[in-house]
C-alpha cells in the first residue's frame, strides 16, 4: 500500500504551522495545530480527499475514488502525525497521509473559512477621480511581471488602457492571446465598430450609446471586453466609463428600496436581427452568495418591455429612472477620447461603456473589438501566480 | 409627427383580441378587451415602449429615447381606438400608437402574465425507457424543419442522436454550424476524445468516467455537448446518460433535506495543468426564479475538497452520496454503444454522461466532440419559428 503525500493539484502549499496533536473520535479527527488551532476532520472528508496513486491518478491529479464506493459508517481506526504528516488508517484497511500545508488549506473550522474569506480580493470602487492604470503594449507582451500586474488592475479596478498597440487591424487578438482564447458571439471572433448604413446594432450607428454593458442579452455576459482604436479622425465619440459597482454602492446607501427591486426584478434585453434572436431575462443587479454586487446588467436600446406586476411596476421605473440617472452624474463619470494604438480593456458585467455621438462626416473611425471571459483572467493569474 | 405602429422587433405579433374600451387614470390607462380582460398600462410604461421612428431607429429596431429623458410624472392627456391601435397622446405633446397583438403580448396584468407563463417550454423528464430521439444528418442539414424538430427535441428532453454523420474528423463542425457558432474552451474549438499518454484529464484516459457534466470548472457550463464517433474497434466504452432533472426531481421527493443542501452549499470545481487553473464554486443543482430545477453541475473527477461549517459537513456528504448513488441506480439509466458515423447531441447542463472503461489494446477509439450554448439554441429555434 503506497501513502504518499502528494497532492492532488499542480499548486504548493506552504507549511503555514506544524501540526501538534491528533485525536479520533466517532465520525471526525480532531487536529490541533502547533499554533492552537483545533480543526475538525470528518471521517467521510479526509477519506475522499486521500492523495495516494490508488484515489487519484497521478499524471491528471484528478480522483478516480468516489466517495460513495466507501462505507458510509467509515471510521479511522488509528490516526497520529508522522514525520510532520497527518497519518490515517481506515477501517478496512486503507491509509491515507496529508501533507500539513495542504491540510491547513482546506481546514473547514470557523476560523480558517473566516480567514479564508478575508484573504479574497475585494473590487476597488473608483470615480470620476480614478487614476487610468495604463500599461505598455512590449512590455505586457514580453514580460510576465507586466502582464500579471496588468491582469490583477483589471480584476480589481475593471478598467484599463494599454498603450502602444500596432494599429494593423487584428492587432488586438495578440493582447487578447496573452490571456487566453478569445470568446466569440453572434458579431464574430473581432467585431469592428464603424458607422454602417445596414446597422444591426446601434452600436454600429454614429449615434450616442448610453451606459451599457455588452450582450446583456446572453446568459452570460461576456467577463472582458478589448476596444483597440485604428483610426479616429471623426469629431465626437469620445468613450466614457463607470464603475457600476460604485453607482450600485451608492445606490444600496442612497435607495435600498430601489437597489433591491434591481436585484430582484428580472428585465428581458434582446438582440436580433433577421438571423437570429437573442433574449434574456435576469435582473440589473446580481448579488454573490455572499450579498456582494457581482454583476450589472444594463443596456437601454436592448432592453425588452418590462414585466412585472402592476403594483410593482411603479417602483421598478423609479428604481430604473435613479440607477439611469446616476450613470448620468458627473461624479461617477470617466471621459476620455481613445487614440490610433490605444486599447480599452475593462471587465464588462461591471464597468459600463459610452460613447458620445461622432460625425462620420468628418473624418474616419474604426474600433476593433473582442471579448474574453472571467473564467480565462481568473486562470491566467492563478498560474502566472504559481 | 409619425404614429407609425411599427413594432420595436423582428417578430410578428397576430392580432389575439380586439380593444373595446379605455380609460384614463391618474398614473395608468385601463385597457379593456373585447373578451372581457382588463389590462391597466402605466403611463410611464407606455411612453417608454412607444414604437415611433423617433423613439426607435428603425433599421436596427432598437431603441434611442430614454425614459429618464422623459418626466417622472408625465401623463397622458388624451387615449382612444383609433382604427383597431390604442393611440395616446402625452402631456409635452408626443403622440404614440400601440398595436393591439403586440399590446396583448406584453400585457401585465396578472391573468395575461400567468398565461405567458403557463406557455413556456417545459422539460420532459425521461428514464431508462427513453425512446431515443434520433434524426437523420442529411434530413437535419437540408431541411428547415427536420432541423427544427430535432433543436426541439434537444431543448425539452435534452438528448438526442443524429445518425449518418460522415466519419471525417471534423465533420461534427458541420452538424454543429447548423445551430450556430462553436463555444470554444481551453481543449480547444474540436476536442479529440483519444487515451492519451500524457492526459490533462481522466475523459483522455481509458478509465470509466463516472456521470458528469463537462466543464462544471467554468462560471457556464456549455449548455450543449456534440460527441461524434469517428472509430469505435475498442472493447468496452459504452456512453452511458441520465436525465439530471429526473434524478433532481426524484431526490426533491424522495429526500427534500438532502435536495435543499444540493441547491444550497456552493461545491468547488477545478481544472488544472501546466497551463490552466480553473476553478468554480456553485451549487450541484440550480434553480431558476420560479423555483424549478435549471441546472445539474457534477463531476466528480473535478471536484474540490467540500468546504462547509462543520456541522454541516455531515449533511452534504449524506446528499452527494445520495445524488451519486442515483445516478447508479438501474431505473435512471440509458446505455449505448455509439457507431461510427454516430453522433450524440445533449443538453450538458441536464443531461449527465459517463463512459464505461475501454481497453485501447484491444481496438481503436476515436470521439470528437465540441460545445454549443443555450443561448444559440433557444436563438435559432426562434428564427426558424417566425
Same mark, same amino acid.
Given at each position: 500500500m503506497q501513502t504518499a503525500?502528494? =497532492? %492532488?493539484?499542480?499548486r504548493t502549499y506552504p507549511k503555514i504551522c506544524d501540526l501538534a496533536q491528533v485525536q479520533v473520535q466517532a465520525d471526525q479527527l480532531l487536529v490541533q495545530w502547533a499554533d492552537g488551532r483545533v480543526s475538525p476532520f470528518h471521517h467521510q472528508w479526509l477519506r475522499d480527499n486521500c492523495p495516494c496513486p490508488e484515489c487519484v @491518478?497521478? =499524471?491528471? !491529479?484528478?480522483?478516480?475514488?468516489?466517495? =460513495? +464506493?466507501? +462505507?458510509?459508517d467509515l471510521s479511522a481506526t488509528f490516526a497520529r502525525i508522522d514525520q510532520g504528516n497527518l497519518s490515517v488508517e481506515w477501517s478496512g484497511g486503507h491509509r491515507s497521509r496529508y501533507d500539513p500545508g495542504w491540510l491547513r488549506a482546506h481546514a473547514y473550522d470557523d476560523e480558517s473559512r473566516a480567514e479564508r474569506r478575508a484573504a479574497k480580493p475585494k473590487p476597488r470602487l473608483w470615480d470620476s477621480q480614478l487614476q487610468l492604470p495604463v500599461f505598455d503594449y512590449s512590455a505586457v507582451m514580453e514580460d510576465a511581471n507586466a502582464l500579471l500586474q496588468w491582469l490583477l488592475a483589471l480584476r480589481d479596478g475593471g478598467l484599463t488602457q494599454i498603450r502602444g498597440?500596432?494599429?494593423? /487591424?487584428?492587432?488586438?487578438a495578440l493582447v487578447a492571446r496573452r490571456i487566453a482564447f478569445i470568446r466569440e458571439s453572434n458579431f464574430g471572433v473581432l467585431f469592428n465598430v464603424q458607422s454602417k448604413a +445596414? %446597422?444591426?446594432?446601434? %452600436? @454600429?450607428?454614429a449615434f450616442n450609446l448610453p451606459l451599457h454593458s455588452d450582450? /446583456?442579452? !446572453?446568459e452570460l455576459q461576456p467577463g472582458l471586453q478589448l476596444l483597440h482604436c485604428l483610426v479616429n479622425d471623426a469629431n465626437g465619440g469620445e468613450s466614457i466609463f463607470v464603475d457600476g459597482f460604485a453607482i450600485a454602492s451608492a445606490l444600496r446607501q442612497e435607495d435600498p428600496e430601489a437597489f433591491q427591486a434591481l436585484c430582484e426584478i428580472p428585465v428581458e434585453f434582446r438582440n436580433k436581427d433577421r438571423h437570429s434572436d437573442y433574449r434574456r431575462l435576469a435582473p440589473i443587479i446580481a448579488l454573490d452568495a455572499m450579498g456582494d454586487v457581482a454583476e450589472i446588467r444594463m443596456a437601454n436600446f436592448l432592453r425588452g418591455p418590462f414585466e412585472t406586476s402592476v403594483a410593482r411596476m411603479p417602483l421598478l421605473y423609479r428604481a430604473y429612472r435613479r440607477f439611469i440617472g446616476m450613470t448620468r452624474e458627473a461624479r461617477f463619470r470617466l471621459v476620455k477620447r481613445l487614440n490610433p494604438g490605444e486599447l480599452w480593456c475593462f471587465d464588462n458585467r461591471r464597468t459600463l461603456h459610452a460613447r458620445n455621438a461622432f460625425d462620420p462626416g468628418s473624418g474616419a473611425r474604426h474600433f476593433q473589438g473582442c471579448y474574453i471571459d472571467r473564467d480565462e483572467l481568473l486562470s491566467r493569474i492563478l498560474v502566472l501566480q504559481r
Amino acid at each position: 500500500m503506497q501513502t504518499a503525500a502528494a =497532492v %492532488a493539484d499542480f499548486r504548493t502549499y506552504p507549511k503555514i504551522c506544524d501540526l501538534a496533536q491528533v485525536q479520533v473520535q466517532a465520525d471526525q479527527l480532531l487536529v490541533q495545530w502547533a499554533d492552537g488551532r483545533v480543526s475538525p476532520f470528518h471521517h467521510q472528508w479526509l477519506r475522499d480527499n486521500c492523495p495516494c496513486p490508488e484515489c487519484v @491518478y497521478s =499524471v491528471t !491529479r484528478e480522483q478516480v475514488l468516489e466517495i =460513495v +464506493d466507501v +462505507d458510509a459508517d467509515l471510521s479511522a481506526t488509528f490516526a497520529r502525525i508522522d514525520q510532520g504528516n497527518l497519518s490515517v488508517e481506515w477501517s478496512g484497511g486503507h491509509r491515507s497521509r496529508y501533507d500539513p500545508g495542504w491540510l491547513r488549506a482546506h481546514a473547514y473550522d470557523d476560523e480558517s473559512r473566516a480567514e479564508r474569506r478575508a484573504a479574497k480580493p475585494k473590487p476597488r470602487l473608483w470615480d470620476s477621480q480614478l487614476q487610468l492604470p495604463v500599461f505598455d503594449y512590449s512590455a505586457v507582451m514580453e514580460d510576465a511581471n507586466a502582464l500579471l500586474q496588468w491582469l490583477l488592475a483589471l480584476r480589481d479596478g475593471g478598467l484599463t488602457q494599454i498603450r502602444g498597440v500596432p494599429t494593423e /487591424p487584428g492587432s488586438l487578438a495578440l493582447v487578447a492571446r496573452r490571456i487566453a482564447f478569445i470568446r466569440e458571439s453572434n458579431f464574430g471572433v473581432l467585431f469592428n465598430v464603424q458607422s454602417k448604413a +445596414d %446597422a444591426d446594432s446601434n %452600436a @454600429y450607428t454614429a449615434f450616442n450609446l448610453p451606459l451599457h454593458s455588452d450582450l /446583456p442579452t !446572453r446568459e452570460l455576459q461576456p467577463g472582458l471586453q478589448l476596444l483597440h482604436c485604428l483610426v479616429n479622425d471623426a469629431n465626437g465619440g469620445e468613450s466614457i466609463f463607470v464603475d457600476g459597482f460604485a453607482i450600485a454602492s451608492a445606490l444600496r446607501q442612497e435607495d435600498p428600496e430601489a437597489f433591491q427591486a434591481l436585484c430582484e426584478i428580472p428585465v428581458e434585453f434582446r438582440n436580433k436581427d433577421r438571423h437570429s434572436d437573442y433574449r434574456r431575462l435576469a435582473p440589473i443587479i446580481a448579488l454573490d452568495a455572499m450579498g456582494d454586487v457581482a454583476e450589472i446588467r444594463m443596456a437601454n436600446f436592448l432592453r425588452g418591455p418590462f414585466e412585472t406586476s402592476v403594483a410593482r411596476m411603479p417602483l421598478l421605473y423609479r428604481a430604473y429612472r435613479r440607477f439611469i440617472g446616476m450613470t448620468r452624474e458627473a461624479r461617477f463619470r470617466l471621459v476620455k477620447r481613445l487614440n490610433p494604438g490605444e486599447l480599452w480593456c475593462f471587465d464588462n458585467r461591471r464597468t459600463l461603456h459610452a460613447r458620445n455621438a461622432f460625425d462620420p462626416g468628418s473624418g474616419a473611425r474604426h474600433f476593433q473589438g473582442c471579448y474574453i471571459d472571467r473564467d480565462e483572467l481568473l486562470s491566467r493569474i492563478l498560474v502566472l501566480q504559481r
